[in-house]
T-cell receptor, first 111, second 111 residues
Framework: SQKIEQNSEALNIQEGKTATLTCNYTNYSPAYLQWYRQDPGRGPVFLLLIRENEKEKRKERLKVTFDTTLKQSLFHITASQPADSATYLCALGGGGNKLTFGTGTQLKVEL | GAVVSQHPSRVICKSGTSVKIECRSLDFQATTMFWYRQFPKQSLMLMATSNEGSKATYEQGVEKDKFLINHASLTLSTLTVTSAHPEDSSFYIC???????FGSGTRLTVV
């Protein structure tokens, strides 16, 4: 069955450092992969989309890589700030715009 | 970007009653909307796909008679939880096509 794995434990880093979050998947060939930010009690907020034929995507302090051979995506936040503290979700997409989400990784950026 | 409005943000209801949740696309027409459910510390799970003018498509294991979906216009989809029970307490989130835009979610508590 399809499986998406994200770091289940919270990731704590110091302000100014680069946070790297991992999304691994099995039994899936997604056409694209998305990363979302979710704050407590709120819906997900879209951050970045990367397609299967793209290796890397950047947006301001965010960078996403997508390795379809390893079946893995890495999500980087450079120069992290306390305001970046949230849960980050990866989601895989295919036909029909249906998304399958990972469980998310909680990021805490400390002063 | 596109805006999806979800209402109410929180609702508490008595066991056995029904609750309606609304999802509106504010600045675009959405022929398809998606309803998700998220339990604490878990992933968003797709419940059903709402199609304007036709019947919703439910995911395996989701009771269509319990979770009634109506998509009567291109800007509004509703989810009604009928005869709610405490185990239906969860965070319900909608999303619209034309991009990965989500509502802010509805916290349902059944007492």
């Amino acid at each position: 069955s399809q499986k998406i794995e994200q770091n289940s434990e919270a990731l704590n880093i110091q302000e100014g450092k680069t946070a790297t979050l991992t999304c691994n998947y099995t039994n899936y060939s997604p056409a694209y992969l998305q990363w979302y930010r979710q704050d407590p009690g709120r819906g997900p907020v879209f951050l970045l989309l990367i397609r299967e034929n793209e290796k890397e995507k950047r947006k301001e302090r965010l960078k996403v890589t997508f390795d379809t051979t390893l079946k893995q995506s890495l999500f980087h936040i450079t120069a992290s700030q306390p305001a970046d503290s949230a849960t980050y979700l990866c989601a895989l997409g295919g036909g029909g715009n249906k998304l399958t989400f990972g469980t998310g990784t909680q990021l805490k950026v400390e002063l | 970007g596109a805006v999806v409005s979800q209402h109410p943000s929180r609702v508490i209801c008595k066991s056995g009653t029904s609750v309606k949740i609304e999802c509106r696309s504010l600045d675009f027409q959405a022929t398809t909307m998606f309803w998700y459910r998220q339990f604490p510390k878990q992933s968003l799970m797709l419940m059903a796909t709402s199609n304007e003018g036709s019947k919703a498509t439910y995911e395996q294991g989701v009771e269509k008679d319990k979770f009634l979906i109506n998509h009567a216009s291109l800007t509004l989809s509703t989810l009604t939880v009928t005869s709610a029970h405490p185990e239906d307490s969860s965070f319900y989130i909608c999303s619209a096509t034309d991009g990965p835009f989500f509502g802010s979610g509805t916290r349902l508590t059944v007492v």
